[in-house]
């Protein structure tokens, strides 16, 4: 995720549309099966508190902040309309 998401020298909607691709391509190759293994493991914990709960919530909020950031960067370089959220 870092390194896609952060490389430098490549558009910020380039290195989304290649992680997303990445993230097809290694799911068809597994003919979709097994899943994600945060997705189950979050699904797994939704009525449990803990430490593993707080791990899924910090990875799962970095990994919104990846996004962000790159979407972010993309208006800031004209590639995205700036009024949109």
Known sequence: ???MLTEEGQPPLARLRRYFEALRDYYQGRRYTGGCL???LSQELPDR???ARAALSTIFARWRHRLVD???EAQTQ?????HID
């Open 70 to 72: 790159c979407l972010r």
């Open 38 to 40: 945060l997705g189950l």
């Open 1 to 3: 995720l870092d390194r």
């Open 49 to 51: 508190e803990g430490k």
């Open 78 to 82: 004209g590639q995205l309309a700036e």
